[in-house]
């Protein structure tokens, strides 16, 4: 495991109404979330990324509107040809 320090102001705490491992969590989830979008992580590693759960996490990307899955309609359509 790999620890990475961020800084950021105290009164950010305050405004967000947030513990400092509440903020973390926050953190991890939305970095999690991010980099599956831009395809950099699979789900299942962005979920080990947020400290979730496959399900959980698949749980979380519904809740934000975010695909489950990168497939493309050409995509599907290639596999169906290959079937046959």
Do not use: C
């Amino acid at each position: 495991m790999k620890t990475i320090t961020l800084e950021f102001p105290s009164e950010i705490l305050l405004a967000l109404n947030e513990t400092e491992t509440e903020f973390k969590q926050s953190i991890r989830i939305s970095l999690a979330m991010r980099l599956y979008k831009l395809e950099k992580l699979t789900i299942g590693k962005a979920a080990q990324l947020a400290g979730l759960s496959r399900f959980e996490f698949e749980t979380v990307l519904s809740e934000n509107e975010i695909p489950i899955s990168n497939l493309t309609i050409a995509d599907v359509l290639e596999d169906s040809k290959k079937i046959r």
